[in-house]
Each structure stands twice: as C-alpha cells, then as structure tokens.
C-alpha cells in the first residue's frame, strides 16, 4: 500500500492499458479518478472493480482533447478527494493510414487526443503539484514513437511528441519533487490483437525476444513503480516494456 494517501488520474482507463493500471494504482492504495471519452459502461466496470476490491474510484467522463473538460475534470478531482498527486496521460486513438491517403482530419483527432490531451492534462494538475511540492506525471507512449511504424505516420509523431513533452516537463518540474517519465509499451495483448490471425501475430512476434505479446498488467507495473517513492530519483526517463523488440 506504497501509495496510500495517494489521488491518481488516469486518462482513457475504461478499458485495456488504462483499465489495468487504474486497478494497479488502486491496488497499491491510490484513490483513482478513472477517465474515459463515451463508454460510460465500461469505466463503471473498471470503478467496480476497483471499489469491490476495497478500494477508492470515481469515473469522469471528459475529452482530454477539450481543455474546458480537463480542467472540469480537475475541479470535480479536488473537491472528491481534496488533491491530485498522479497523472497517467493514457488516452489515445488511432486513425492509421499511409500519408497519401491520411486525411487531415485523421491526424488532427490523433494528434488532439494523444499529444494535446497530455498537454491539457499536465497543465490542469500543475498547480495542485506545485502547491504540494510532489508529484508524478506518467506519459504513455509507445515504441513507433522511437522507431515509428509505416501508416501510422500520426500516431508515430504524436508518441513520439510525448517524449518530448515528458523531458521538456522534467526540466521544468524537477526542483519541485515532480518527476515526469514516459512508458513506452510494445506488442501488448489489448482488443486489437485479439482480433489478428495467427498468421499476423507470427509477423509480429519474429522481431520480440521474448516471443511473446505483452500484458497490460505488465504496463501497469511499470507505472505504478515509476508512481511510487522508490522512483523519486527517475525523471526525463522513457521505460520501455516491449520484450526486447527495440533494443
């Protein structure tokens, strides 16, 4: 229970990733804000599981894209639970396309979502992190964003923007206790690999060491490590959990 005490905000934790490191933070005894853009449905899932485990949640439907909502958000954050100690920008879309035939409306919804939403996120919670001298800012990137990946040229700038965003952050937060560091995931096992042949998975998994796809447990062991007192001394740093792939 390192992180008992603790109010964490984990954007686009409804499902997948952001579901699993919602119950990790939970788990260690974070109060947990779960954020999500439409399915209502599923985020009261991940708050069930996370209250029948014992534990604090709240779901907050707001667009991480729309800086009116955020700082919304924010507000209905400080006056459940009075602070604001952890954020995991998690949120994101894809709209994957060659660059010919991406059209432009496709790379503003990513870029928007994964990269603006960040933004809007980190600035929203700054000034109760300021005040508390401490904080953690945890930025889910991914390994296109270091290598980038053909027909994903918008996701790959928007992941690879976020490490940017996260050393830049770094800088500017680290004499006040906040550390900002990024995760960047590699194969992991989510509803879009679910639904790929074996053919395609084979493809996939030639270039991982560890032959194998990933788990979003896996992920969120990651974060809540970075999250918690142990990784006070870690910040500007990008952890990358792919088995190996970009090694």
Do not use: H
């Amino acid at each position: 229970m390192e992180l008992e005490g603790r109010v964490a905000m984990v954007t686009g934790s409804s499902r997948g990733i952001g579901r699993a490191i919602a119950i990790e933070l939970a788990r260690r005894g974070a109060a947990i804000a779960v954020n999500y853009a439409g399915n209502a449905a599923a985020a009261q899932e991940t708050v069930a599981a996370i209250t029948d485990a014992g534990g604090r949640a709240m779901a907050i439907q707001a667009d991480v894209a729309d800086q009116e909502q955020v700082d919304a958000m924010m507000k209905q954050i400080l006056n459940e639970y009075g602070r604001l100690d952890i954020l995991v920008n998690n949120a994101g879309i894809t709209r994957d396309n060659l660059l010919p035939r991406l059209r432009e409306s496709d790379w503003d919804a990513v870029l928007n979502v994964n990269l603006k939403g960040a933004y809007n996120c980190a600035k929203a919670v700054m000034r109760p992190m300021l005040k508390a001298r401490w904080g953690r800012v945890i930025n889910i990137s991914s390994v296109v964003g270091l290598t980038g990946n053909a027909g994903q040229a918008n996701y790959a700038a928007a992941k690879a923007g976020l490490i940017g965003l996260t050393k830049s952050l770094a800088r500017e937060l680290g004499s006040r206790s906040i550390t900002v560091n990024a995760v960047a995931p590699g194969y992991i096992m989510t509803d879009m690999t679910d639904g790929l042949t074996e053919e395609n998975k084979n493809k996939m998994l030639a270039g991982v060491p560890l032959n194998r796809f990933g788990y979003p447990e896996e992920i969120a062991s990651a974060v809540a490590f970075l999250a918690g007192e142990g990784a006070g001394y870690i910040t500007g740093q990008v952890i990358v959990v792919d088995g190996g792939m970009t090694m």
